[in-house]
């Protein structure tokens, strides 16, 4: 009896120890993103060395070309590799190649969205007040899990909307006079993480970004730090509040700014002594996952100042 009880003792010990089926595996606990100020994270690498951005002014071939492209606002094709890619162009009637080189602002739509719907609710367009060249990229078409169309952004450094990027550059840069040191870029939520990579991975080729409800950049290797302004929302349900917060203190470390933060007021907050003369803003609001009334005059205020 003695013998039988120890064996069956033993053989219950050893269940207890062993690894489970790999059909009945324990449901992992993910904890919840903490929604108040964290310590700032590990500091990032500095950012790689590159050519450096072109200053101000640096007229692209388009300032020289002898026929007069279009005005207006027209929807556009390009091929990029083997897929043909779309974007809305938004050119304004004072448009004028001979007159001066025209800043370059590329907006980037949130998933599901669309370069029409970004453009009928971001406001930037509408703060340039027809100083400004605008382009509105298209997402890729994808099929989502439940057989549902939407978009998305291939946000890797040698992924397809990157090189979408240099493509319309390129493209938009020989057909009009586009000031090579004026390009900026802005993007709200899937396209604000989009803005965040595009930045990271082409911080040479602009001169500022706007983040508005996004989180990134995710790559360990950027090319270089602009100056970037940031806006989220308290009571943002679909990206948290505290990513928010990483992409400041991320872009803070990117761009190796003083610690110090200055007061803006309105909730806005800036940080100097950046390399580069960059500049990084952190503007908070108590709004939800949608742009602030301010983002559109509050964006090209930044990028004019840059």
């Known amino acids: 009896m003695l013998r039988h009880a120890l064996a069956f003792a033993l053989a219950l010990s050893v269940a207890r120890l062993a690894p489970a089926s790999p ?34 002014g640096t007229p692209s071939p388009g300032c020289t070309a002898a026929d007069a492209p279009p005005r207006g606002v027209h929807e556009n094709s390009l091929a ?70 939407t978009t998305r952004w291939d946000t890797h450094g040698d992924g397809v909307d990157v090189a979408f990027f240099d493509a319309l550059l390129a493209e938009l840069g020989r057909r009009y006079c586009i000031d090579l040191g004026r390009v900026f870029v802005v993007g709200h ?32 290797a950027c090319t ?17 509040w505290s990513y928010g917060e990483r992409t400041r203190d991320r872009w803070i470390s990117l761009a190796r700014c003083a610690p110090d933060a200055h007061d803006d007021g309105d909730g806005c907050t800036h940080w100097e002594g950046c390399a580069d003369d960059a500049r990084v803003t952190f503007c908070a609001h108590d709004g939800d996952h949608g742009p602030p009334d301010f983002t559109g005059p509050a964006v090209w205020r930044f990028f004019l100042s840059r």
């Open 23 to 56: 059909h009945h595996r324990p449901r992992a606990h993910t904890p919840r993103t903490p929604s108040t100020p964290r310590t700032p994270p590990t500091p990032a690498p500095a950012p790689i060395p590159s050519p450096a951005r072109p200053p101000v």
């Open 189 to 220: 939520s899937a396209g604000a993480v989009m803005a965040n990579e595009l930045t990271c991975h082409r911080g040479t080729s602009l001169r500022a970004a706007a983040i508005i409800a996004g989180s990134g950049p995710w790559s360990r």
């Open 224 to 240: 270089a730090a602009p100056s970037v302004w940031i806006t989220h929302g308290r009571r943002d349900a679909d990206v948290a």
């Open 80 to 149: 990029v590799g083997a897929r043909t890619r779309t974007f809305l162009l938004s050119v304004p009637e004072a448009y004028d190649a001979h007159a001066q080189p025209w800043p370059l602002v590329v907006a980037l739509h949130g998933r599901t969205g669309t370069p029409r719907s970004l453009r009928g609710y971001l406001g930037v367009e509408q703060a340039t007040d027809g100083h400004a060249i605008v382009v509105y990229p298209a997402g890729l078409r994808v099929t989502d899990r439940r057989g549902r169309s």
